[in-house]
């Protein structure tokens, strides 16, 4: 028998919403998407058990060039803006 784990959708596009560019740190996922061309991110951290659980958002997109880029995801949660 094969490893089976349970999948979990991050995110999915819609007809407004596109995916940009994500980056992963140590514990986050970091997702930027184009709303309605304009640019939001959202934050999602692993759980230790096993799993992912949403840690913040953007409030509101916006117009904005934003470029996030993980320094050592395999050490640290610290990401660079360029």
């Known amino acids: 028998m094969g490893l089976q784990a349970a999948l979990t959708a991050l995110f999915q ?11 992963a740190t140590k514990n986050f996922l970091v997702v930027c998407t ?3 061309v304009k640019t939001r991110l959202v934050w999602w951290k692993y759980l230790e ?3 992912w659980q949403a840690a913040g ?20 949660d610290q990401v660079a803006v360029p």
């Open 34 to 36: 184009l709303d309605n």
């Open 49 to 51: 058990q096993g799993g």
């Open 57 to 76: 958002e953007q409030p509101e997109a916006a117009i904005a060039n934003i470029s996030l880029s993980a320094v050592d995801s395999d050490e640290n």
């Open 13 to 23: 596009p819609s007809e407004r919403v596109s995916l940009s560019y994500y980056t």
